[in-house]
């Protein structure tokens, strides 16, 4: 069995004009009125399904399809259809529309299976204006309430609360409780693997682990001309030798990610030696140990920068996420499906954050990558073709066929 | 023969009223009703020697005490009395007022001196409202006709011209064509060399060249996430290894002082990876060919990582003042001047800019400096203890005696 391409292909056109910008590209941030229209999209091509759209309370979208068996837990599919500002059109909502698709599929031929199949759209999955990120899956996983998160405060001064009645997007359903037997997510890479591998898509094994660092540095300021050198206090050296080492170090830690994302100097003048650094340090790592070696390593590193330099030094962990390994069992079913459809399974791991990630501590998860043109996104020249739509959409139905019958 | 200590720390108390600031310091930005102010109190205790107080077309504040030879050229002392912003009072004050005491000496023991011995208050030498700094010196030199000084737009948009006329401040009289047997100048250290030997004074032999730029990066923003290591063109990186590689480049070269003051990326985010950075570089060093070769290293250096990195590069040249070295026989001078006094004639090279190195290419010059507490200058803690200040003025005059009589 496969997709109907064309019909998934409308789709991802039809939703991208909701919230459409001028100059191309989307933007629906979440608890927004564009986000709600395009959420009910999404109900609404369930409705003629004759699915159920259901509702929780923080406007989590999802549906279920019965199985023959009531016991067996439930299969299933989605992603989000909130995006960034100014946004591509395929993050996320390639997801959702292809488990809309694959519900489409099933009930159009009739398909019976065991274990019921059913999509789920998370709200709030890129944490723009309401932090944190990846919020509808981590109300599903149970590690908010509602209380708690209708009083989140947004970048506007609104609350989650204030905007889900505004605009009518909570329900009284729940997903808490369910039974799940797989959380499955097809996403576009955002990174450049599969395209510099020339392939359509690929199965995800895990999520990097993510520790943010927001390192303070405070030195002396004093003149460009008449300070000698070995009296300085720079703290903009140190930030210096602090970039220059995370590159280092994502050298001799195979597969470490290190970024030095900003970089704030005072007074920041052309003769003035800077009497103050704040600089940010981004490390990844798929593996939790090499991460967490990696960030003691980057400390001590810079401790020793900024001891050296007689400058103060005050590091603070802003954000930490664990690094996340997928279920096997559910990596081999998306295996075999790419097998079964004659593709090469390769294996990646995800660069990016997913609500799979908070799923797969609450049940079997993995996800499906298609290729990025130049690996970019979050920015309207993100780009999948059709045809690594289509071939993403067919994988998950494989995966999701298997998942349902077993 | 000495200084009157006490009329001399009595008028560096009385100058520094003239724009106090209410928590300390002095602000006297050029052509101000403030610096007006100050260098009409300086212009009054000349009248009261019985010396004629001359300004020139664009303020400059002169003043001939005739020696017995119509034809010996004069010998002049001098510094400025304008500031930058929340100053101190020692910075140029000290300097004018020493040669106003000098010449008050010289009046009240009823000295003859071969040649004639002046005094010169130079306009705007700190260049904070208009640029070029050394202003006065400049005009003086022949660099700037008044037409063109004149019409010198200020950072509140309004001429140098405006504010000679709206102040009153212009005169018609001129040092050009006046031949000048030297000119000395005292002046805070704005350094930590003098305290750091226990010295209360030094002779400066030169000032450093000076040679400024301003680096502009551009790479590729991308997800710091999903970008593989090899795959960055990361500008804030090559912004690191040029400010590290500075520092490397001061401790290969004895003597030069390297500093990134100014470093601005773009987006500046945590977690993406900067697409763009300006950052500046100040290179100085007392010998200019060791400056020049330490700039083309700089270049190469600074194209060689963004070369490495994939990112463009663009390096411009904003500022170059060369490597002066002051008048050998007016440096002998001033060192007599110290072994008459019994103090040790240390030897040092200025890191900031002073009027001495604009006339030193237009008559012989050189530079007696005084101990500063901490290094610190431009700043309301810029501090001289009384007996350093007044050390510094009986060295000018001895050095003034010696050449005003050869």
């Known amino acids: 069995m496969r997709i109907n391409a064309n019909r998934l292909l409308t789709s991802l056109t039809e939703l991208a004009t909701i919230g459409a910008l001028p100059g191309g ?26 699915l ?5 309370a923080v406007g989590n979208l999802f549906a279920l399809r019965p199985g023959t068996d009531p016991d067996a837990p439930a299969v299933l599919a989605g992603s989000h259809t909130d ?21 489409a599929r099933l009930q159009e031929v009739g398909v019976e299976t065991r274990h019921s199949v059913g999509l789920v759209s998370f709200v709030n999955e890129e944490g723009v204006r309401f932090m944190p990120d990846m919020m509808g899956s981590l109300y599903v996983r149970g590690d908010l309430d509602p209380g708690t998160l209708r009083s989140i405060v947004g970048t506007d001064g609104t ?3 204030d905007n889900l009645d ?11 409780g369910t039974p799940i037997r797989a959380f499955l997510e097809l996403h576009i890479e955002q990174g450049p693997e599969l395209e510099g591998l020339n392939l359509p898509a690929g199965v995800v094994t895990g ?3 993510l520790r943010w660092m927001v390192v303070r540095l405070k030195g002396h300021s004093n003149h460009a001309g008449t300070t000698p050198m070995a009296k300085r206090q720079d703290a903009g050296l140190v930030a210096g030798q602090v970039t220059t080492s995370v590159r280092k170090l994502a050298r001799d830690i195979p597969g470490l990610r290190g970024t030095v994302g900003r970089v704030t100097l005072r007074p920041n003048l052309i ?6 650094a704040t600089l940010t340090v981004d490390l990844r790592h798929p593996d939790q140990n090499r991460l967490d070696d990696a960030v003691a390593k980057m400390k001590a590193g810079i ?19 664990p690094a996340i390994e997928f279920d096997r069992e559910v990596i081999e079913d998306i295996k075999a499906g790419m097998d079964s459809l004659g593709l090469e399974p390769h294996s990646l791991v995800s660069g990016a954050g997913h609500d799979a990630q908070i799923m797969a501590t609450h049940c079997p998860a993995a996800m499906v990558f298609v290729r990025s043109r130049d690996g970019v996104s979050h920015n309207p020249r993100e780009f999948t073709s059709d045809a690594d739509c289509v071939t993403g959409a067919d994988i998950l139905l494989q995966a999701v066929l298997q998942l349902a019958s077993g």
């Open 83 to 103: 995006t960034v500002a100014n946004a591509g059109g395929f993050d996320g909502a390639l997801g959702v529309l292809a488990a809309v698709e694959i519900l």
């Open 25 to 50: 590209g989307v933007q629906r941030l979440a608890f927004t009125a564009e986000d709600f229209q395009g959420r009910n999209y999404v109900a609404e091509r369930l409705r003629l399904l004759g």
């Open 207 to 209: 999520v990097q682990g």
């Open 159 to 161: 609350t989650v609360g």
């Open 52 to 56: 159920e759209p259901r509702v929780d």
């Open 166 to 176: 505004r605009l009518g997007m909570a329900g009284s359903d729940s997903l808490i």
């Open 271 to 276: 003769n003035v030696i800077p009497s103050e």
């Open 303 to 321: 401790l020793r920068f900024a001891a050296d330099e007689g400058v103060a030094c005050e590091i603070s962990e802003t954000a930490s996420a």
